[in-house]
């Protein structure tokens, strides 16, 4: 027997405890009553963004030397699923400020991150990512966007597609190819472009079927120039950080959908202990008790997925590509399933707004989306598993 069972027992220490404890709080009463009205409204969840900037949750994953609250990265996820349990919308504020400030985490200057990571940790900008085109999605490799040597540094021309919290970030990572003569994949370089920047526009909000209150829409590039001391990391190196950011990033979706699917089961539990059908409460059938006990048991097999991998993720473990696509691709099917269900336990109630459960799943859905598909998760993991035994 190796230690003291006392002290093995797996369990979240007391410090990740407070932190959900501090962060739910926050989103019941801040963040939660305004969900409903940030998705018939298609808003932008404001009062959510001003509560997470106030207690530091907009962007805890910053380290503390550019001023940022220094959140691991379980820690992150923790503060990503209780924001998400209140509202999907509103988890995408510190989501997306981790997807967009990661590249410069693993590969910007000293200097770039000093310049842009500050604004972040204080609040005073938000950062987004673009890496998707209308005819590169999962295929990112075949992006068009183009950026050429200027005499200053380089001009950038295109677009990007589906680009969460567009227009409304102060900075945006962006791909685009560097040299078109070049060797696939190894001819793209990853830039900083400011929303200030001449010649860059956005396209018109996009007509989602969920997630409404954080908007989507296009970046568009017209000659815009980018200083030669925006680019993040060396000419070339682009997709290559852009995949290992997304090697990081693909766990917060699953802490999200983790998020999502437990604020539906809660529903469907206090559902089935108020509604009565045949004199019975709706607890009472064990019909109904299977459904809620199979969304408790694959909700929890998708909260510790996500919980294993956001430790890999801190500790850069080799096996993090495997293991960020297995979270995000779980936790998101577990997330539509826990959803779909929901609306079936509430019936009539679950189809109507009303009631939160149909929220639940429309939002649910993107997460079997975005930041590659559940399709491409599942290609990530049998490479890694093909290529390593």
Not at 209 to 225: C, H, Q, W, Y
Not at 347 to 369: C, H, L, N, P, W
Request: glycine share 8%; proline share 4%; with cysteine.
């Amino acid at each position: 027997m190796v230690g003291n069972s006392k002290f093995d027992v797996y369990q979240l220490s007391d410090d990740y405890l407070a932190l959900r404890k501090a962060i739910r709080d926050l989103a019941d009463n801040e963040i939660a009553p305004h969900a409903a009205t940030v998705d018939e409204a298609g808003t932008f969840p404001q009062a959510a963004y001003d509560a997470l900037r106030a207690a530091d949750f907009h962007a805890p994953h910053i380290p503390e030397q550019y001023g940022g609250a220094g959140a691991d990265a379980l820690a992150t996820c923790i503060v990503i699923e209780e924001i998400a349990r209140a509202c999907a919308s509103s988890s995408l504020i510190p989501a997306v400020n981790k997807l967009g400030t990661m590249p410069l985490m693993l590969a910007g200057s000293d200097e770039l991150c000093e310049r842009y990571l500050r604004p972040v940790a204080s609040g005073e900008a938000m950062f987004a990512y673009g890496l998707s085109e209308r005819e590169a999605g999962s295929d990112t490799a075949s992006m068009k966007s183009r950026a050429t040597p200027s005499s200053e540094g380089w001009i950038l021309n295109g677009q990007k597609s589906w680009i969460s919290n567009a227009g409304l970030a102060n900075y945006y990572t962006v791909l685009a190819v560097t040299d078109p003569d070049g060797k696939r994949g190894n001819n793209i370089s990853a830039f900083v472009v400011e929303r200030t920047d001449t010649g860059l526009t956005f396209g018109t909000p996009e007509r989602k079927m969920g997630i409404k209150g954080s908007p989507t829409r296009e970046l568009l590039f017209d000659n815009v120039a980018i200083p030669a001391d925006r680019i993040i990391g060396e000419p070339g190196h682009g997709l290559k950080i852009a995949l290992r950011t997304l090697d990081h990033t693909r766990i917060t979706v699953g802490a999200q959908a983790v998020g999502i699917a437990q604020a539906a089961l809660d529903l469907s539990i206090s559902y089935a202990n108020e509604r009565s059908q045949f004199g019975k409460k709706l607890s009472e059938f064990q019909g109904l008790q299977f459904m809620i006990a199979d969304m408790g048991m694959h909700l929890e097999a998708a909260r510790q997925m996500v919980y294993v991998a956001a430790a890999k993720s801190e500790r850069d473990e080799p096996d993090l590509a495997f293991f960020g696509a297995a979270a995000k691709c779980f936790a998101s099917d577990v997330a539509m399933r826990i959803t779909t269900d929901a609306v079936q336990i509430l019936g009539g109630s679950g189809y109507v707004q009303d009631y939160a459960a149909e929220r639940y799943m429309r939002d649910a859905k993107i997460t079997q989306i975005y930041e590659g598909t559940n399709q491409i998760q599942r290609i990530v993991m049998a490479r890694h598993l093909l290529n390593n035994l």
